[in-house]
């Protein structure tokens, strides 16, 4: 069982920048594919972006050229770093993993809230 904690998650006005952490409980890191859910009130959960062990990226067509996934496997974390916020961003983010080389997940943390709001 792989425990997710993330953090960095706050209130930022539109326009700003946050960069989300999530620190993983497994000495195995490496080989785990990551990523980001979020959802929205009042709508389905979505995959923002994710990143397996070997460096390959995947986003969602709303964040590109604003997000950016990345992972440190010395610190068992991995980032999502996001610059020119949007309201309609405003959601819980959650971090996921599975140890295979797809996109779907089998491990989820408890979520961080992001809040874009003037």
């Known amino acids: 069982q792989v425990q997710l904690v993330e953090s960095g998650g706050g209130l930022v006005q539109p326009g700003g920048s946050l960069r989300l952490s999530c620190a993983a409980s497994?000495?195995?890191?490496?080989?785990?594919?990551m990523g980001w859910y979020r959802q929205a009130p009042g709508k389905q959960r979505e995959l923002v972006a994710a990143i397996m062990s070997g460096g390959t990226t995947t986003y969602k067509e709303f964040v590109k050229g604003r997000f950016t996934i990345s992972r440190d496997n010395a610190k068992n974390t991995v980032y999502l770093q996001m610059v020119s916020l949007k309201p309609e961003d405003t959601a819980v983010y959650y971090c996921v993993a599975n140890r295979r080389r797809d996109w779907q997940f089998d491990y989820w943390g408890q979520g961080t809230q992001v809040t874009v709001s003037s």
């Open positions: 497994t000495s195995s890191f490496s080989f785990y594919t």
